[in-house]
T-cell receptor
Framework: NAGVTQTPKFQVLKTGQSMTLQCAQD?????MYWYRQDPGMGLRLIYY???????DKGEVPNGYNVSRLNKREFSLRLESAAPSQTSVYFC??????????????FGQGTRLTVV | GQQVMQIPQYQHVQEGEDFTTYCNSS?????IQWYKQRPGGHPVFLIQ?????EVKKQKRLTFQFGEAKKNSSLHITATQTTDVGTYFC??????????????FGRGTQLTVWP
């Protein structure tokens, strides 16, 4: 099993450009998450989807949008990238409500630089 | 604001010394999880604690959950260079609109020199 797969692994954007980070999991999990990680700030939740068809804001949602395309896929979109969005982005999934809120499985991360 | 506080932010130890990181939540948690992230890697689940006062061991790692279910600690005995990385705690609140969210501490970055 691949687990949680994120694409791309690296990306450089110019200020104002848009892009979508893709995430897919093959564990039949209900809940999916997007985090950003900056030095000294830990993992901050951007958006999450408790189940297919629902999305909720986390701590730092401004400048981002998400789409839970189906049970497997959860994408994160930057409509107009800013240098403050330079970060490492992690997607994660958990079994969810009917299977228990147990461990989170993380993707390999996307290292995004906005210049 | 920060829901789960974790200290220290950095810890440098010599191989063979012990290491402890602490987490404290402003609210009662239903459970707490611990993750390890190697340099350049992604967080990997270590353990979940659910019961008040629970203590679990994994070889040289000892995890504790406080009686009030608001604090937790991770203790590593006789550190090795393979222990290098950042250790995160992540708390989950019981029920309500935030069910499913994990509140991560900022992590403790452990450096071990030979």
């Amino acid at each position: 099993n691949a687990g949680v797969t994120q694409t791309p692994k690296f990306q450089v954007l110019k200020t104002g450009q848009s892009m979508t980070l893709q995430c897919a999991q093959d564990m039949n999990h209900n809940s999916m998450y997007w985090y950003r990680q900056d030095p000294g700030m830990g993992l901050r939740l951007i958006y999450y989807s408790a189940s297919e068809g629902t999305t909720d804001k986390g701590e730092v949602p401004n400048g981002y949008n998400v789409s839970r395309l189906n049970k497997r896929e959860f994408s994160l979109r930057l409509e107009s990238a800013a240098p403050s969005q330079t970060s490492v982005y992690f997607c994660a999934s958990r079994p969810g409500r009917d299977r228990g809120y147990t461990e989170a499985f993380f993707g390999q991360g996307t290292r995004l630089t906005v210049v | 604001g920060q829901q789960v506080m974790q200290i220290p932010q950095y810890q440098h130890v010599q191989e063979g010394e012990d290491f402890t990181t602490y987490c404290n939540s402003s609210t009662t948690l239903s459970n707490i999880q611990w993750y390890k992230q190697r340099p350049g890697g992604h967080p990997v689940f270590l353990i979940q604690l659910v019961k008040s006062g629970e203590v679990k061991k994994q070889k040289r790692l000892t995890f504790q959950f406080g009686e009030a279910k608001k604090n937790s600690s991770l203790h590593i005995t006789a550190t090795q260079t393979t222990d290098v990385g950042t250790y995160f705690c992540a708390g989950q609140r019981p029920g309500g609109s935030t069910l499913g969210r994990l509140y991560f501490g900022r992590g403790t970055q452990l450096t071990v020199w030979p």
